[in-house]
């Protein structure tokens, strides 16, 4: 099986496919930057605090930049802080998952600086999880800030990758010459494919609204 695409809907449809698929090669055009999404199943606590004080919560939501609510994001720029406090906080927002990674402090997404230190955390991770140096090097992100981006959420994505049967192939380095009734071909090289899955093209914000089927005059 070969998968195209390592956006949101690649990284959480290519640990599952590599559990049943005989191999899986998957063509990579761009690394993109990817936590844990931790899921699991509904607490009653964690039901019974929304509910509690359900209008609160929505009143805090709406005063966010994102219209989510955070409890615990840290109020404070990344530099303002030690470095090992960073990392602390880097850790525990990892532990956690989901997109809280971006709410670990206030200036992420508005100071390059504040940004680099995130996204270096998150390369480190790469690098820890992904056995083989050659391949945690090609699944790095490359040419734009953490945030810029979607933040994709997954579970085993980099871990993936340690598996016997997969393949990362980096379009970056080399690109596709063809694509046959059997495979696809890069140089003097083809790679058997029996199923090719295309990942990609995900409308997140605008597809629904671009999906209404508007009739008559205003």
């Known amino acids: 099986v070969a998968v195209f695409g390592n956006g949101s809907s690649g990284v959480q449809a290519i640990p599952v496919i590599a559990e049943q698929a005989k191999h899986l090669f998957v063509f990579q055009r761009t690394a993109n930057f990817s936590v844990p999404t ?15 004080n359900y209008a609160e919560h929505r009143k805090q939501m709406l005063e966010t930049i994102t219209g989510c609510l955070a409890p615990d994001m840290k109020n404070c720029s990344a530099m303002s802080v030690t470095p090992e406090e960073r990392l602390q906080e880097y850790e525990k927002q990892w532990q956690k998952g989901s997109l809280n990674f971006l709410g670990s402090f206030n200036d992420l997404v508005l100071n ?3 940004n680099d230190t995130a996204a270096e955390f998150l ?8 056995k083989d140096p050659v391949v945690a090097e090609k699944l790095l992100p490359h040419g734009f800030p953490l945030g810029a981006k979607r933040l994709c959420l997954d579970t085993n994505y980099f871990e993936t990758f340690n598996r016997t049967n997969v393949t990362l192939i980096d379009l ?12 696809i071909r890069i140089g003097d090289k083809t790679y058997e494919i029996d199923d090719i899955v295309f990942a990609t093209e995900f409308d997140a914000f605008t597809g629904a609204l671009f999906k209404i089927d508007i009739r008559g005059r205003a």
């Open 112 to 114: 390059q600086e504040a």
């Open 172 to 183: 970056q380095q080399e690109s596709i010459d063809e694509i046959t009734p059997t495979g």
């Open 38 to 52: 931790r899921n699991k199943p509904l607490e009653s606590e964690y039901e019974q605090w929304w509910k509690s």
């Open 123 to 130: 390369c480190n991770k790469i690098r820890e999880i992904v």
